[in-house]
């Protein structure tokens, strides 16, 4: 054979008849039946008939996917506001072309939902055209998915897009108990269409009976905490933007943070999701939200949902059907999730003579478990008071400096102390005296803040939470002067004085020693900063520490705390705080001057000296701006100081001393009325503004703005020879307005003219008349 002609590989040798024979009898050989029917009709194998778990409803058309990425890439331009809108002529929608090319996409997708919401690329965007349905298109989408939800919820993609509709559908319900029904197209005509409220009570019905299994699922269970935070939205405690994030798991958000913006496309719908901020649970939805909470009590057994609480997939959703329960008011009862969690403490706090219960070794785990300790803390926050007396003395008290220290343990223990009474909270200190200083050392100060923090709250063992502190950094009585720098910095005294000492002598070269600044200001700890702010909140004798702290630095250590934006936190608090006297206040503000031309000159700086020109009175605010009149070249040349100097206003200081005193008390005036005044009073104000003002309210506020003014030497010039064109004009108009008003007297027959008024007439009669060229073309000498 010719060597073009070989293949390559392995040779083998063709097997002769009698080695096949037995091969084949191997395999049952099954016979056709003949079916009635045309001859071009063949049967389908049965490996085609297979269910196929990542396309359950089919795959999508080539064409159809191709189309949907261009309906991906035009939704991305007008979300990321890349195409700008054409401002020629105004009667044009600027939302018509979007509309009409998202008509035609949803044309499109009829009938394909299913496929499409399934296919890895195509699911997100129908993801991010839900953002810009209307209620109506939301409903039709919803209800072409009815009966398949089940599956739906399941699949890898498919999970995502019902999470998202979940997610955006709040908005319409929260319309529709408004009464705002988005009504059917003229162009719909197959059947009645079910209200969204309705749709998701029939989304519910259908997974309710795979309940138990879906909350185990690590698809499902995203979409059904979407559906209970749907169903009850005063169990999520976080803000929407948190909620989302924590609805999905850490890998899908994060994924989805890098899809873009996802918002709606039409302008008319921006502040759409702004309206509606606060939610009620509707009478239809508490009860399927009952439901719910019976579902799983009924179906698990107690092991089962205590198994859950350590499952990383059931335990968020676990959590939140906690939250939902004791929303419902249905923890407090024997059986309950809550009470299947914590091991019977909920049904011995419903006996009257019980007093203390049994530890038991599985509540024990959760307390340093990372996975059910987040469920340990929501049971923290929502158990009864008696429940959580009865946790807190079995399983809290005499174990405090173990869990305070542990990594996973402070967090409950901080989160326990956040409802700590006045004998547990007390007791909490005295137990945690000996590990204040190794929270310092491992950089775990929840537990210390929370302490501080609920001393605040009860104004109860103030002296305690400053003596902890004093205790954490290792510092006596008399060394209050190093408390602000080791809390910032976070290091215990010993080893804040030695890191200072290593610090470059005045022999070393400036660019060493700005590397060494640099690198203090940024060690600023936000825990550290975050104690100092709590310190400062307690009672006047107790919070001295930290000022007497604040005014031992130097300005120079002072201006390198107000440029960091970590530990400039706490001077907002310290100006902020009611608790610090007026006195320290004001010394506060004072130990700057002759310093605001540096401090200004930053861009965290510049937000701490307006706060403090802001706080300070009349007369401060004179001895501030006259000590920066030397440096008003070095202001006005500033990148951030020139908008600390606009609020000066040194020229008029310099030439109206008196002006400026009266502008700068009715600034902080109006400052303080604005602050005080609520959102009634603008409403009110706005009824009663004159009928001018509402066809043209720009008319009264540059009136208003004109009037705030201050007027400099170049404006009265202005406004002088304005004047004196006027009153030329007015000199010329005078003598011709005798006939004038001779004639309007005549007319109307008046006899009866005053003397006085009749003698200003016969004066204005009597002056000469002016030749208008002469007046215009005089010269002057």
Same mark, same amino acid.
Not at 93 to 106: I, Q, R, S, T
Not at 545 to 573: G, M, Q, Y
């Given at each position: ?37 045309? =001859? ?420 109860? =063992? ?320």
């Amino acid at each position: 054979m010719p060597r073009e002609n070989r293949k390559r590989g392995k040779k083998h040798k063709s097997k002769t008849n009698d080695e096949t024979i037995p091969y084949a009898s191997s395999e049952p050989q099954v016979e056709l039946e003949p079916q009635v029917g045309p =001859s071009w009709i063949v049967t389908a194998s049965g490996e085609d008939s297979e269910f196929n778990p990542e396309a359950p409803f089919g795959y999508v058309d080539a064409d159809v996917k191709a189309y949907f990425r261009t309906v991906d890439l035009q939704i991305r331009e007008w979300q990321e506001g890349q195409q700008e809108h054409l401002d020629g002529d105004a009667n044009v929608d600027p939302n018509a072309e979007k509309h009409m090319f998202f008509v035609a996409a949803l044309s499109e997708m009829r009938e394909k939902e299913k496929q499409l919401a399934t296919d890895p690329d195509c699911s997100m965007i129908l993801e991010r055209m839900a953002y810009s349905m209307d209620d109506f298109v939301r409903r039709v989408f919803l209800d072409s998915l009815s009966g398949s939800f089940e599956t739906l919820v399941k699949h890898r993609f498919a999970s995502h897009v019902c999470q998202t509709l979940f997610s955006v559908a709040a908005e319409t319900v929260a319309r529709e108990t408004m009464g705002i029904v988005a009504p059917a197209s003229e162009a719909a005509s197959e059947g009645h269409l079910r209200t969204a409220v309705d749709l998701i009570l029939d989304i519910c019905k259908e997974l309710l009976p795979s309940l138990g299994s879906l909350i185990m699922d690590p698809f499902a269970s995203h979409v059904i905490r979407a559906l209970l935070g749907l169903l009850c939205p005063s169990s999520n405690h976080t803000s929407d933007e948190t909620s989302q994030g924590a609805m999905r798991s850490k890998k899908s958000a994060h994924w989805k943070s890098r899809q873009g913006p996802l918002m709606s496309v039409f302008n008319d719908k921006k502040g759409k999701s702004k309206e509606v901020t606060s939610r009620q649970m509707l009478p239809e939805f508490r009860t399927m939200s009952q439901r719910f909470v019976e579902a799983i009590r009924n179906e698990l057994g107690d092991n089962e949902v205590r198994a859950l609480a350590a499952d990383k997939v059931a335990s968020p959703c676990l959590l939140m059907l906690l939250n939902v329960e004791a929303e419902l008011e249905m923890a407090d009862e024997h059986g309950s999730l809550m009470d299947r969690v914590t091991v019977g403490a909920v049904s011995a706090s419903l006996d009257q003579d019980t007093k203390s219960i049994d530890p038991s070794d599985y509540l024990g785990t959760l307390f340093r478990d990372p996975t059910s300790s987040h469920l340990l803390e929501t049971v923290l926050s929502r158990a009864s008071a008696k429940s959580f007396a009865l946790i807190w003395n079995t399983y809290l008290q005499g174990k405090l400096p173990r869990l305070a220290i542990h990594p996973v343990g402070n967090f409950v223990v901080a989160k326990a102390l956040e409802r700590a009474d006045v004998n547990q909270l007390a007791t909490a200190y005295e137990e945690l005296q000996d590990v204040w200083e190794k929270m310092i050392t491992t950089s775990r100060t929840g537990v210390l803040r929370a302490a501080v923090d609920r001393s605040v709250a009860l104004r109860t =063992s103030e002296q305690g939470a400053t003596e902890a502190a004093f205790s954490a950094l290792n510092l006596a009585s008399d060394e209050d002067k190093y408390l602000v720098p080791c809390m910032l910095s976070l290091k215990r005294l010993s080893v804040f004085i030695s890191s200072k000492s290593a610090q470059p002598s005045s022999s070393s070269t400036h660019e060493n020693k700005a590397k060494i600044d640099n690198e203090a200001s940024s060690q600023s700890s936000i825990q550290g900063s975050l104690l100092l702010q709590s310190l400062l909140k307690l009672s006047s004798p107790h919070n001295q520490p930290v000022i007497d702290s604040l005014e031992a630095l130097d300005s120079s250590e002072l201006i390198k705390i107000a440029h960091n934006a970590t530990s400039s936190r706490v001077l907002d608090v310290l100006l902020d705080s009611e608790t610090v006297p007026i006195k320290v206040k004001r010394s506060f503000v004072q130990s700057f001057i002759g310093n605001y031309h540096l401090l200004v000159d930053d861009r965290i700086g510049s937000r701490v000296g307006d706060r403090c020109f802001a706080f300070a009175d009349t007369y401060l605010k004179e001895k501030i701006a006259r000590s920066l009149i030397p440096q008003e070249q070095t202001l006005a040349g500033s990148y951030y100081g020139k908008f600390f100097s606009r609020n000066l206003n040194l020229y008029l200081l310099k030439r109206r001393p008196d002006e400026w005193k009266t502008f700068q008390s009715n600034k902080k005036a109006e400052t303080q009325s604005s602050s005080t005044t609520n959102a009634n009073d603008a409403r009110n104000d706005s009824k009663n503004t004159p009928s001018a003002e509402l066809t043209d309210p720009s008319v009264s506020r540059k009136k208003r703005k004109r009037e705030t003014l201050v007027k400099d030497e170049i404006d009265e010039l202005f406004d002088s020879s304005r004047n004196n064109k006027k009153s030329k004009s007015h000199k010329v108009a005078a003598v011709d307005s005798s006939a004038i008003i001779k004639g309007a007297k005549e007319a109307s027959g008046d006899t009866l003219m005053d003397k006085g008024l009749k003698d200003v007439f016969d004066a204005i009669r009597a002056a000469p008349k002016t030749d208008h060229n002469k007046v215009k073309g005089r010269v002057k000498h």
